[in-house]
Nanobody
Framework: QVQLVESGGGLVQAGGSLRLSCAAS????????MAWFRQAPGKEREFVAV????????IHADSVKGRFSISKDNAKSTVILQMNNLRPENTAVYYC???????????????????WGQGTQVTVSS
């Protein structure tokens, strides 16, 4: 049974930082693309960042480049999203997701991912 469990969300002031973690089980972690998406109230879910399964390439959405950083700890089967210089518009539920079969062109699309966590709320106050 595949499980993705996010943690680390919370309330932070603008300019602050948060570190989200996603612990994965039930998958061959090193063979899976691991990504973060987010969904703000009234908006569609959007891509944030991904580590591809083939070469471990790191891809970040333009809106978070230079402020957010995705990484993974293979020994702990955990993917991390370090978020710095947070803005009120970053307020959303952040979801961890995984796929063992996704192709390169789908890495930014939620349709390419088979497994999702329950999400963790991030709220940034102004």
């Amino acid at each position: 049974q595949v499980q993705l469990v996010e943690s680390g969300g919370g309330l932070v002031q603008a300019g602050g930082s948060l570190r989200l973690s996603c612990a994965a089980s039930g998958i061959s972690f090193t063979r899976y693309a691991m990504a973060w998406f987010r969904q703000a109230p009234g908006k569609e879910r959007e891509f944030v960042a991904v580590i591809s399964q083939r070469h471990g390439a790191l891809i970040h959405a333009d809106s978070v480049k230079g402020r957010f950083s995705i990484s993974k700890d293979n020994a702990k089967s955990t993917v991390i999203l370090q978020m710095n210089n947070l803005r009120p518009e970053n307020t959303a539920v952040y979801y961890c997701t995984a796929s063992g079969t996704i192709i390169q062109s789908q890495l930014r699309s939620q349709a390419g991912y088979a497994y999702w966590g329950q999400g963790t709320q991030v709220t940034v106050s102004s």
